[in-house]
């Protein structure tokens, strides 16, 4: 299995820009998380999806967030307008149902390391 | 409410010492427990998870943990610190079977001396 895989790996931008991270789960994963990553917050859940549909967005800061699953294979978390608040880590993380031969730990990608100006 | 804590945000142990990064939750039923390990400028990676099998769990890298359900812990060891052990670990819950997500912990960052 390739992992999880996201885009950009680092994105600096400018305040107002809009900005756009990207995640291909791992194939067969059924299930899709955004966590962001900050010293002063620690790790926090955005949002996770089921099969492409979202589940709990109850984390997501704002209406400046919005994140998507148009298919099983591919996710993105879209800030706009950004704020420098938003700077931080965002990782994607993947995994299957909860079952007999699947104990469901979450695959981590390598994260996108945001730095808004 | 179901919360994971772990004691000491910043842990500093000799080389060669015994590590102990300590893992408690908050529930009356025994949930799936991780350990998450991550080094700098990389997300996470799985360390060892307790799945209501064997009590003493051991991962990658010479660590292990312990499910104390009377405790309601699930500490991690490490009987000799090495340098490559110097990252950010974090604790991990499922708590409810039909719920695939995980509470974390804030996490604790391992500093080894040598």
């Known amino acids: 299995d390739a992992g999880v895989i996201q885009s950009p790996r680092h994105e600096v931008t400018e305040m107002g820009q809009e900005v756009t991270l990207r995640c291909k789960p791992i194939?067969?994963?059924?299930?899709l998380f955004w966590y962001r990553q900050t010293m002063m917050r620690g790790l926090e859940l955005l949002i996770y999806?089921?099969?492409?549909?979202?589940?709990?967005d109850s984390g997501m800061p704002e209406d400046r967030f919005s994140a998507k699953m148009p298919n099983a294979s591919f996710s993105t978390l879209k800030i706009q307008p950004s704020e420098p608040r938003d700077s931080a880590v965002y990782f994607c993380?993947?995994?299957?149902?909860?079952?007999?031969?699947?104990?469901?730990?979450?695959?981590f990608g390598e994260g996108s390391r945001l730095t808004v100006l | 409410a179901q919360s994971v804590t772990q004691l000491g945000s910043h842990v500093s142990v000799s080389e060669g010492a015994l590590v102990l990064l300590r893992c408690n939750y908050s529930?009356?039923?025994?949930?799936?427990l991780f350990w998450y390990v991550q080094y700098p400028n990389q997300g996470l990676q799985l360390l060892l998870k307790?799945?209501?099998?064997?009590?003493l769990v051991k991962g990658i890298n010479g660590f292990e943990a312990e499910f104390k359900k009377s405790e309601t812990s699930f500490h991690l060891t490490k009987p000799s610190a090495h340098m490559s052990d110097a990252a950010e670990y974090f604790c991990?819950?499922?708590?409810?079977?039909?719920?695939?997500?995980?509470?974390f912990g804030t996490g604790t960052r391992l500093t080894i001396i040598p």
């Open positions: 529930s009356s039923v025994p949930p799936y």
């Open positions: 991990a819950v499922r708590f409810n079977f039909g719920n695939e997500k995980l509470t």
């Open positions: 993380a993947s995994t299957r149902r909860l079952a007999e031969y699947n104990t469901g730990e979450l695959f």
């Open positions: 999806f089921n099969n492409n549909v979202p589940i709990d």
């Open positions: 307790y799945t209501s099998a064997a009590t």
């Open positions: 194939s067969g994963h059924d299930y």
